[in-house]
């Protein structure tokens, strides 16, 4: 049996390959960072950051944990978002043209 096929396990991948659920090139480059973090005695200082942050905004740091425990919100939910978002704009802005019209034709 050749082993032509088989993929090597440490074989690095190209640069933009997408490597699915599991990529192990950004589990690596987390893992490194968060070595070279705790290498560089910055966990005290950025903890004591934390605190002071949640004991002057306690309202928002409990919204943002929250926000951080659900997870990424779906691309459906955030695209209809937007269009919401821009119809909304695109309302004001007719009802502010109609305006603009509506004094213009009153002064001419």
Same mark, same amino acid.
């Given at each position: %049996?050749?082993? @032509?096929?088989?993929? @090597?396990?440490?074989?690095?991948?190209?640069?933009?390959?997408? +490597?699915?659920?599991?990529?192990?090139?950004?589990?690596?480059?987390?893992?490194?960072?968060?070595?070279?973090?705790?290498?560089?005695?910055?966990?005290?200082?950025?903890?004591?950051?934390?605190?002071?942050? =949640?004991? @002057?905004?306690?309202?928002?740091? +409990?919204?943002?944990? %929250?926000?951080?425990?659900?997870?990424?919100?779906?691309?459906?939910?955030? =695209?209809?978002?937007?269009?919401? +978002?821009?119809?909304? %704009?695109?309302?004001?802005?007719?009802? /502010?043209?109609?305006? %603009?019209?509506?004094? /213009?034709?009153? @002064?001419?």
């Amino acid at each position: %049996m050749s082993n @032509h096929h088989h993929k @090597h396990p440490h074989k690095s991948h190209k640069a933009g390959t997408n +490597e699915g659920e599991g990529n192990r090139t950004a589990a690596r480059s987390y893992n490194d960072g968060l070595q070279s973090f705790i290498a560089s005695d910055k966990v005290e200082p950025a903890a004591q950051e934390a605190k002071q942050f =949640v004991d @002057h905004n306690p309202t928002q740091a +409990e919204r943002d944990e %929250m926000a951080g425990k659900a997870g990424p919100r779906p691309l459906v939910r955030r =695209v209809e978002e937007l269009v919401t +978002e821009g119809r909304a %704009m695109v309302d004001r802005a007719v009802t /502010r043209v109609k305006s %603009m019209i509506a004094k /213009r034709r009153g @002064h001419n």
